[in-house]
């Protein structure tokens, strides 16, 4: 990741498609972890992240979308894996 030196602080607004609301909480307590210095909250169908600047905007928005297409692909690809680990595993 580019870090910006001395950089202010700025705050990145993403709009969540309707398709991935329902995995908006999940991908934030993922986005925190995953940045812990940043402030998460989830505004009218949109996702705010403030940062102190020592990450680009691009960089967040970036990680936000593919937070939420993760958890997406997760929840909808769970069932499959249980299966297959049914399967192989004769439980």
């Known amino acids: 990741m580019t870090k910006l030196p001395n950089a202010a602080q ?7 498609p ?3 609301d329902k995995y908006v909480d999940s991908a934030m307590l993922r986005l925190q972890s995953l940045y812990p210095t940043c402030r998460l909250a989830t505004i009218d169908g949109a996702i705010s992240i403030g940062s102190s600047g020592s990450l680009a905007e691009d960089q967040l928005r ?3 979308l593919h ?4 958890e997406k692909i997760y929840a909808e690809t769970l069932s ?3 299966a297959l680990f049914r399967a ?3 439980r």
């Open 18 to 20: 309707l398709q991935f």
């Open 88 to 90: 192989v595993t004769g």
């Open 10 to 16: 700025f705050e990145v607004v993403v709009q969540v």
């Open 67 to 70: 937070t939420l297409y993760r």
């Open 80 to 82: 499959m894996r249980q």
């Open 62 to 64: 970036r990680a936000v």
